[in-house]
């Protein structure tokens, strides 16, 4: 993807601040665990203690305002390198749009655009003209796509994939798959077609709350579809926090992303905690 490869650089791939002061999230007023605010002051001794340098910030809220707030935070921030923002991608001006927030402060932090697609009732929102319209012009601008679904829209997300090889595509928490023994096979099938399309890479993210503890035994099987069948130039980390702590701290997250990697050489495990991100999200050169 990127013209350079970092493989030192320990990065989280997936996370989210929001402030309950500034912008009400409504989806985590039934949710103790969640219902108050989470900003970098938070996470950032747990990025210490793990040796995390850097991370990708990712939307919340379909508000364009919510992405010019984490790109102004990432101007100032240690640790945020890129920003996954939102923007109507059905717009006719959607060009317009992202030029907007790439001249906003801290614009160089962007680094692409998600939608909920798992709130959207219509299982074939992906393929309707106006979107794919959109997703084009993110592609044109050099911008990642990702893609958040439900495992019943997984297989709308994967022919959009095959069907849009000019855009580059990341696919969130592994597709939210059921972890259940009947339901890895199923799955499976659907990762052994994006194999094929260099296109798109996936998150090892957001697993542990689809799991019961410990979390390794049942998450073992999906991570290695992923690395064997993508490889670990197509797989990146993240954290999902503080969405994570729903099942597991930080810390444990972190060490069930590392236990679900120890079978990988040292090389391939910079890939999964740092490098495809770096590529993906075209970190080389930013602060």
């Not at 970098?40 to 990708?56: C, N, Q, S, Y």
């Amino acid at each position: 993807m990127g013209p350079q490869r970092d493989t030192s650089l320990r990065i989280d791939a997936h996370h989210h601040v929001w402030d309950l002061a500034v912008r009400d999230l409504p989806w985590t007023r039934d949710i103790p665990v969640l219902n108050r605010s989470f900003g970098m002051t938070d996470l950032r001794p747990h990025l210490r203690k793990a040796g995390i340098g850097a991370t990708v910030v990712v939307q919340t809220s379909a508000v364009a305002e919510e992405t010019t707030d984490l790109l102004a935070l990432a101007a100032r921030d240690e640790h945020m390198r890129a920003v996954v923002g939102w923007t109507d991608v059905t717009h006719p001006a959607i060009g317009e749009a992202l030029d907007r927030l790439r001249e906003s402060p801290g614009g160089a932090a962007l680094a692409g655009i998600r939608h909920a697609v798992q709130d959207e009732p219509d299982l074939q929102w992906l393929h309707r003209e106006e979107v794919r319209r959109g997703l084009k012009s993110i592609g044109a601008a050099g911008l990642v796509y990702e893609l958040l679904v439900r495992p019943d829209q997984l297989p709308m997300a994967v022919k959009l994939v095959e069907d849009l090889p000019e855009v580059s595509f990341v696919l969130d928490h592994a597709g939210n798959p059921e972890v259940a023994p009947d339901a890895l096979a199923p799955w499976a099938a659907l990762m052994g077609r994006l194999v094929l399309r260099p296109n798109v890479a996936v998150k090892l993210s957001g697993l542990v709350t689809r799991s019961p503890a410990p979390h390794t035994p049942f998450l073992a099987p999906y991570a290695d579809v992923l690395l064997d069948r993508l490889g670990p130039e197509r797989v990146m980390f993240g954290s999902d926090w503080p969405v994570c702590l729903l099942a597991a701290s930080y810390d444990r997250t972190v060490a069930v992303a590392a236990s679900l990697t120890a079978r990988l050489s040292p090389s391939e495990q910079a890939q999964v905690h740092g490098g495809t991100a770096a590529r993906w999200y075209r970190m080389n050169g930013r602060r």
